[in-house]
């Protein structure tokens, strides 16, 4: 008995343990008198409790999560198992070279592959984001503007479709930031893009492509041209990369910088807090501004090379979320380049099916052939009926379906932008067709039980406004 730890103890030996503050180095006014009041529950108690739990929130392996623009794909398990294993997890941030060769090789042959995809000569994997992949890119081209004699070009041109981090970034980066329209077509205004080229010393144009419209940049060499004849650069925002893979390349395109979300294109987890990974690729006249070090490879080792004198620095401790680059690695090599294609060309398809099917029971938003997204719009809903896109998203909840991302992009007036991606089956499709086509026919019906929604959750309602600043993480206050 005297040799079992404090906590096997009987409740009645408990009395008789005192604990030294000394021994523990807590004060004795701290030290607790009682014990705690744990409820005394069986294993299986335990476990369906949590099990329970478990079913509450949504997620990719427990339903669809059409989330337009964020590309949440079902994410492999056998990923999770490969980047676990113990050789990479328990690897010493400060191990030498030598005793990291396969490690190293991974990140190099991700590179490789990376660069090939998406036409560029290097990426770093030291941002840990797509939003710090963006901050990343525009320090390497105000390092590259400012090599070259002309720091005074200090104006980002951002689409009003751009994702809200585009500015967030350009700002911190130190740039002024001016917004290009989108015409009637859903694309670029050339005339306007052309008059800010013309009106600002002009440092970079930051797009999408495909827009968060879900449409292809038809006129993207002219725009690159624009760009590039008033001595700036293009730096190509990757959440959308899923549309390309195979298909197109951004470097192809004119792009100079790219940013890729892996946590988005490349199978690995997207959601609660991360860790991301936003990789940063460059072409050949770019790759000394990159953080070091590079990973390259020497006499036939590979090598951390910190030479370049014209480095913006680290911006990230060691090289990056390398969890989530090893993931993203085997990704690209389950699928294989014609894998790959086919992933894009499956994402496209499954949207182009779901926008012709839903296109006459909501109203869409530009009637254009999409790429892997599309943005429905609930405004003539709201103006007949009084219901807006969130009574839609929450009415969804019902029906086990997570809401597509709403009031995104903003010039699109009550938007619903819905992204299937290439996990979903016909069937799948199919479902969430009925589901939409049903919703549809309860507005007309019974509005008032999407004011109400959701109402099979166990959480109703909220104020989301309230909940965010007043946040109720317990049922105890």
């Known amino acids: 008995m005297k040799n079992r730890p404090i906590f096997y103890k009987k409740k009645e ?14 004060p004795e006014n701290l030290i607790r008198k009682k014990p705690l009041r744990f409820p ?7 476990a369906r409790h949590y099990t329970y739990l478990s079913t509450l929130n949504h997620g990719v392996d427990s339903g669809f999560y059409p989330l337009g623009s964020c590309t949440m794909k079902y994410n492999f398990k056998i990923l999770e198992k490969i980047a676990g294993n113990e050789s990479f997890s328990n690897i010493y941030p400060f191990s030498s ?10 990140l190099y042959r991700t590179d490789k592959s990376l660069s090939e995809i998406f036409g560029y000569a290097h990426f770093t994997f030291q941002p840990a984001a797509g939003s710090h992949g963006e901050h990343t890119g525009l320090l390497i081209i105000r390092a590259f503007h400012k090599d070259n004699g002309e720091s005074d070009r200090d104006v980002v041109l951002i689409p009003d479709t751009a994702h809200g981090t585009n500015p967030a970034s350009a700002v911190l980066a130190g740039y002024k930031v001016r917004k290009i329209p989108t015409n009637d077509q859903g694309n670029l205004d050339l005339e306007f893009l052309k008059k800010e080229v013309s009106n600002y010393k002009v440092a970079a144009l930051m797009l999408t492509n495909p827009s968060t419209l879900g449409l292809f940049e038809t006129q ?5 041209e624009i760009v ?9 925002d990757g959440a959308n990369a899923n549309a390309l893979m195979g298909i197109i390349r951004p470097g192809d395109m004119g792009f100079d910088v790219c940013h890729l979300n892996l946590h988005k294109t490349f199978g690995t987890p997207h959601g609660g807090g ?5 990789p940063v690729g460059v072409k050949d006249f770019l790759v000394p501004f990159l953080p070091n070090p590079l990973v390259k490879m020497d006499d036939g080792m590979y090598v951390l090379d910190s030479s370049s004198k014209k480095s913006i620095g680290k911006v990230h401790g060691f090289y990056g979320n390398i969890n989530v680059v090893i993931k993203a690695f085997v990704f690209i090599i389950m699928y294989g380049r014609d894998g790959l294609k086919h992933v894009s060309q499956q994402a496209i398809i499954n949207a182009n099916y ?3 099917k839903l296109k006459d029971v909501y109203k869409l938003a530009y009637n254009r052939r999409c790429m892997h997204e599309f943005v429905l719009s609930a405004a003539k809903l709201k103006k007949d009926f009084g219901i807006s896109a969130l009574d839609i998203a929450k009415r969804l909840i019902d029906y086990g379906i997570h ?8 010039i699109v007036s009550e938007s619903m932008m819905m992204e299937p991606t290439e996990s979903e089956s016909k069937e799948e499709l199919d479902d969430f067709i009925q589901i939409m086509t049903d919703i549809r026919a309860e507005i007309e019906t019974n509005p008032e039980i999407l004011h109400d929604a959701p109402i099979t959750r166990v959480v109703g309602r909220l104020d989301e406004a309230k909940a965010v600043k007043e946040p109720k993480l317990t049922a105890l206050d």
């Open 354 to 356: 779901l926008q012709e």
């Open 220 to 224: 993207i060499l002219e725009i690159a």
């Open 403 to 410: 809401p597509p991302t709403i009031y995104f992009p903003q």
């Open 274 to 278: 991360g860790p991301g990974s936003g």
């Open 228 to 236: 590039h004849d008033a001595g700036g650069l293009l730096y190509y």
């Open 40 to 46: 005394t529950l069986a294993e299986n108690e335990v």
């Open 97 to 106: 070279e030598e005793d990291i060769q396969g490690l190293l090789e991974i």
């Open 13 to 26: 030996e408990l009395k008789n343990v005192k604990l030294s503050a000394l021994s523990v180095g807590i």
